[in-house]
């Protein structure tokens, strides 16, 4: 799932009428700092999201396990509403994603990143 | 499926009833050698995950069997936490 922000909505009276009665929202991917970035989607909203909300968009034809959805044709759903994304040491995403960066143990003690062994396990 | 590694947790309180209960992680796709690749995305936790582990996580469709015969709406899910790996 990515997520996004709404920036607008889409009214569209001629459409498939398994459509009729969604709400169509334009949201715009943001990274998890909520940063915007380039591309958009055309989602149905089933949370009650509203325009400046940060939410939680699926994709796909999972899209249509959304709640209401089974056979409406969608291929991405608003399926929440972001209150906060926690990124662990507070650092960015870009930060966050270093790959020398080590996993910190809950206890805050680093440990060595288990990824590429030297010699075989 | 992929691997990632965890970066932290997304909350969202108000969000669709069949994701109630259920951990969102934000997770960082990272390539055979650890360097990260692509955007962060939000998974599904099915696993009990946590931040700064490397994960197995799978994209699609297939991201809900988890959860069968429940029906989920998530496209992303972790299904595993990898203890080590190696890789040419």
Same mark, same amino acid.
């Given at each position: 799932m990515i997520l996004g922000r709404v920036i607008g909505t889409v009214v569209s009276t001629r459409k498939d009428e398994k459509l009729s009665g969604s709400k169509l929202l334009v949201v715009r991917a943001t990274d998890p700092r909520g940063k915007d970035e380039a591309g958009y989607v055309i989602a149905v909203d089933t949370v009650n999201a509203g325009v400046g909300d940060r939410v939680l968009v699926v994709s796909g034809?999972?899209?249509?396990? =959304?709640?209401?959805?089974?056979?409406?044709?969608?291929? =991405?759903?608003?399926?929440g509403v972001v209150d906060a994304v926690d990124v662990v040491g507070g650092a960015g995403a870009e930060e966050g994603s270093r790959s020398d960066v080590a996993p910190v143990e809950p206890g805050g003690a680093r440990k060595a990143t288990p990824g590429l062994r030297d010699g075989r396990a | 499926m992929l691997l990632a590694r965890v970066l932290g947790t997304v909350v969202a309180t108000r969000k669709d009833p069949a994701l109630v209960g259920s951990k969102l992680l934000l997770v960082q796709p990272i390539d055979a050698r650890s360097a990260p690749i692509g955007k962060p995305l939000v998974a599904i936790d099915s696993v009990g995950a946590g931040a700064g582990e490397h994960v197995i996580y799978l994209k699609g469709r297939e991201a809900a069997h988890p959860f069968l015969p429940g029906d989920v709406p998530t496209d992303a899910a972790i299904v595993g936490i990898v203890d080590q790996w190696y890789a040419e």
């Open positions: 034809s999972s899209a249509r396990m =959304a709640s209401g959805l089974k056979d409406v044709p969608v291929d =991405a759903a608003i399926c | -």
